[in-house]
């Protein structure tokens, strides 16, 4: 469990406060923010990416949603990928439970694909947990697995595990 120290704060150059701990070690004073908010949280991401764009140059993280609706508009199945440094990272697919293993996550999938190659992107990424059913359409698409993590979650006081799935196509 993490324990943050509040004693004998003192000033330091550039921080907001600093605190002695035994042995006469300066650390600095640390906030904990529950549930931040988008502004909180756009601020950190802001300054890590000024850093990254100082050290790589700045990079565009082009983004688009492919969908599939029924007549009545209703949301059947979409894609939602962005390009990030040269990946295709594919964030988000879902197919209705009743549209299932009828091929549309599959033409979807190819179809952010072929923006992706459309934008001479050859590497995709995604990941999955073992729950959602995906794998076997992904590697059915050529995918390989390069990572697993077994993961949990506790549900009603009672542990339920699972394993996160990354992989990634290379066409190169």
Known sequence: MWKLSRESVVSAPGCRAWSRREGGMDTPDLSVIQQPGDAQVAELRNRLRGYNISMIGDFAMPSFLVTH???????????????????????????????????????????AEEIGLSQGITRFRLDTASFQKGLALYQKHGYKIYAELPCANIIDGRVVEFTDYFLKKDLE
């Open 69 to 111: 609706r029924s007549e009545q508009d209703e949301l059947l199945g979409g894609v939602y990928a962005f390009v990030r440094y040269q990946w295709l990272v594919i964030d988000l697919v879902w197919v209705a439970e009743a549209h299932r293993g009828r091929g549309l996550g599959g033409l979807l999938l190819q179809k």
